[in-house]
């Protein structure tokens, strides 16, 4: 990014008064000491001339005597508090202190001075681009392109922007008429190929980032961006090779290692995985991209002492969350005592973490009521039904639309759902609780009991995809042809759990799996679950359709894939979270048939016995924490 300027403010010598002039030239030869001195006969004879304290400061900052230029600059302010070049240099002060907020503050209090300047314009991104604040650097590096549309150094800052953004197909299109000059900027090819990998452009930026690793064998970053590609087209041996090279070559760059640590997950090399994770954060303590797969990982293993510590950096590290926003105008509640407050808990994630864990409002509304407190609950609108019937008796009020901004003084703290085992102090003997702990609305199981009455036979649910756009759905996806086998299995009627799905559907049928399909009846969650209440089996992906099967106490038959999401823990077939849930697990990556056959096996097992199935086997215990 940037580096800290050594002129006041962009104005030619020929406009400074000559003392003045004097000094900038010998500032520009790099003389900090002449231009010390040549500035003590101009204090002396203006002490009270602002842009003179401003030289001041600067001076002293060039000789890294902080505090003398602190002192000189805010004399320079107190002289004349509206003065452009002294809240620029305040801030070019605080930059090289690494007080990169204050730092930021003062660059925006400069540029409401003077909206239209553009000296220090470049500096302000930087400072925000390194605190890692890019929503709000975005404007002032898009301000700066609009003043230098011929600068190719600020629509490259622009577009990396754009990608930390997640906005990878505005950056390409910025890109992509600056190409002719990427032999002057040796990242451009790369951070092009890269906006194209995010925009599912893979075919075009492979042969980019090879051709960039073949021309430059160093080139650290192309090589992990190679990597993630070759990965996300699933040559993970490719991509393992890469990482490897690249961890030899720059030892000490924190991505190699952290990229390294997910990689090996796919091949279920646990504890050299987590070694890499804690190597990154050693390198880097603020990489909190690390920190995300670190908690990630610790979760897996059973460690929530450690683990959900460390959970609170999904909302920096996790991709699908960092630019979510995750703060109210009222204080976060961390597990202090409510004395009497009113507390709102927020849904966040998607809808099987919800599920999941409001498991623990019960536990929750006791204690905020023994303080004399009140609970609140916000969700989506196709949750709220549920959510409604199954906590009316310990919230104290109806399920509140997430869309709609709750009035301030209605609540006075509040926390996002996934924190609350944090502050409840979960451990690995508190994750069960007595299911159902969802429970639809009476008259929508009447419903679907009128409905399936006729249905003398086993009800089996299956769903075979979660969210398309989640980015691990192509590796626990199954696919519906994965289940047409089960059209042998006698006495089994089979009900679609996939929403939105018609083409599968019609697929399955005509492969043979007469698949009954009533999703489009269902409104929302309380529909769903109320169906799927009437089923004797569901057979899901990792999915919300487990999680809500789960949560209803209805057996469950979850296939996971070798690299699963951290609830399902593992090794054992049993679920700590969900009593009645079994699950199977791939012996390795996308092997997927080898679960396909035991499911099947079992499903016939199962019903030979009138939906009678043998228990899982049970977890191993969780892992102890960390020491040290």
Known sequence: MPETSSTPLEITPSRLPDDLAAVQHLINQSQPQAAHAALASVLQQRPNDALVRVFAALVARMGKQFAQGRTEVELALQLNPQFFPAWIELARLEHATGRLDEAALAFKQAHELLPDAVDGLLEWYGVLYDARRYAESLPVIALLAERRPDDVSVRLYLASTLQQLGRHAEASALYEPLLAQAAQFPLMLNNYAAALMNTGRQSEALPIFQQEVAARPDNTLARVNLATLLKERFDIDAAQEQLRTAAAQAPRYPIVHNNLGLLLKEYQQWDEAEACFRRALALDENYFGARWNLAMHRLLRGDFAEGWPLHEARWVGAPELRHQPNELPKPRWRGEPLEGKTLLVWSEQGAGDILQFVRYLPRLAEQVHAQGGRLLLSANKTLQPLLNASFKAVLDAPVIDDTVPLPLADFDCHCPLLSLPLHLGIGAGDLAVPVPYLKPATARVTHWKKQLAEDQQLRVGLAWSGSLTHQ?????????????????????????????????????????????????????????????????????????????????????????????????????EDSPWYPHTRLFRQPAYRQWEPVLERLHAALREWAANGGQAAKPAKAPKPAKPRKG
């Open 472 to 572: 691990r759905n192509p590796l626990r996806a199954v696919g519906i042809d994965a289940y047409t086998r089960f059209a042998d299995v006698p006495g089994v009627s089979f009900y679609n759990l996939q929403f939105g799905a018609a083409a599968d559907v019609a697929k399955a049928r005509e492969a043979g799996l007469p698949l009954i399909d009533l999703t489009p009846e269902m409104a929302d969650f309380n529909d769903s679950a109320a169906f799927m209440s009437q089923l004797d089996l569901v057979i899901s992906v990792c999915t919300s359709t487990a999680h809500l099967a789960g949560a209803l106490g209805k057996p469950c038959w979850v296939p996971l894939d070798v690299n699963p999401h951290w609830v399902w823990m593992l090794e054992s």
